[in-house]
């Protein structure tokens, strides 16, 4: 996008200063996304984030912007009480001149304005071990802190959206479909989620019986969705909150191991570098239990290692679905990129499988069960 047409969307919200600049940032696959510097009267530069909502994949901004202002506003009154730094620890959202939470341009377009943490970083693969502690910390304490929001206040901004077994749905689905014509190269993947078929309903079950109660989940616990102080080092606070819906507090936990606690990227196609990391599981554990200071019952507890089995599983059906469908929903960067990620996780998924047994007896190491 260029600068011009940043800067006319811009100033249609309540952003200090006059445009500088914008820079592009790409590592979300859903959202479009930059960061606009702008400069205030005497000189000093102020910096936001310019987001474009993906109303292909989220149906109704309105409602995730209802969402987002609610919850933000949420965090924020409970860490001014505890003396925190609400300029930090939260996401702050600007809103447009008007006072909405969300500006829609002339072509229809949906955006919003993030205030941009100074001096923050994230990471898109554990860089030092603390950092991936620091996260299922931050992870487990966002858990606890929206222990208490009404749940059924918040809107489904993507309805089924870490419900496996309508994710095998979808997959037979794209499967039968074959839009892109690219079932012949896939066969070893449809097989591979196909023989787990059963597995895909083990915490649906679970929820049923009544061994797995529904939470305000986060729902995209990337490690790349904590914010950490570029000085310090620090974990500041959680982003990207377009998901939080109700779920399960165990696929928040699963979606973070399945990212981060392994030996590589998300799409390296070397799968002979691609390896579950036991002892970053470990790590996140240990944060995550801690994090969630008690708040977690004994069946979530029992349930963790089955969430990260079941997170790696259904991202990499989702990447699979998606290739099958000619790469409509995920950004794809290069040639095969979604078989790519797809064949990762399925090797992360292979080897959680044969290491489930350490997973269980990590957990009762860190918890009373
Ligand atoms: C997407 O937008 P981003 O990159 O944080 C996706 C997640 C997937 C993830 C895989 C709304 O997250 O569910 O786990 O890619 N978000 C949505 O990296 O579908
Ligand atoms: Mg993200």
Request: proline residues 2%.
């Amino acid at each position: 996008m260029s600068d011009i047409e940043i800067k006319e969307i811009i100033s249609n919200f309540r952003a200090e200063g006059e445009f500088v600049c914008a820079v592009s940032l790409s590592s979300g696959h859903i959202n479009d996304t930059s960061l606009v510097t702008m400069r205030r009267e005497g000189g000093s530069e102020v910096k936001y984030i310019l987001q474009r909502i993906n109303d292909n994949v989220f149906k109704r901004p309105d409602q995730l912007m209802e969402n987002y202002v609610a919850v933000t506003g949420f965090i924020r009154a409970k860490i001014e009480r505890e003396g925190g730094d609400p300029e930090r620890e939260v996401i702050n959202v600007i809103p447009t001149v008007d006072g909405a939470a969300y500006y829609r341009d002339s072509e229809g377009r949906y955006w919003r304005v993030l205030v941009h943490v100074t001096d923050s970083v994230s990471y898109d693969k554990v860089e030092r071990p603390e950092q991936f502690y620091d996260s299922a910390v931050a992870f487990g304490n966002f858990q606890y802190m929206l222990r208490d929001y009404p749940a059924d206040t918040l809107h489904e901004t993507i309805v089924n959206f870490h419900n496996t077994p309508d994710r095998y749905r979808q997959l037979m689905e794209a499967v039968e479909g074959n839009a892109a014509g690219r079932l012949d190269s896939v066969k070893a993947e449809v097989d591979f989620a196909m023989a787990r078929f059963d597995f895909c309903h083990t915490l649906e079950r679970a929820h049923r019986e009544g061994r797995l109660p529904l939470r305000v989940t986060h729902n995209d616990t990337k490690l790349n969705n904590i914010l950490f102080d570029a000085k310090t080092g620090a974990s500041l606070c959680v982003v990207d909150l377009d998901t939080i819906m109700p779920g399960y507090s165990v696929n928040d936990f699963g979606d973070s191991i399945r990212f981060g606690a392994t030996t590589a990227k998300e799409d390296e196609r070397d799968l002979s570098l691609v390896k579950f990391d036991i002892d970053l599981y470990e790590l996140y554990v240990k944060g995550f239990i801690e994090g969630a200071k008690g708040g977690l019952t004994e069946g979530e507890l029992e349930m963790l290692p089955i969430g990260a089995i079941m997170m790696t599983l259904e991202c990499g059906m989702r990447f699979l679905t998606d290739y099958l469908n000619g790469d409509t929903y995920f950004k794809v960067h290069r040639e095969g990129h979604n078989l790519d990620r797809c064949r990762n996780q399925f090797k992360l998924v292979s080897d959680m499988e044969s290491q489930l047994d350490q997973m269980r007896e990590i957990v009762k190491k860190y918890s009373n069960i």
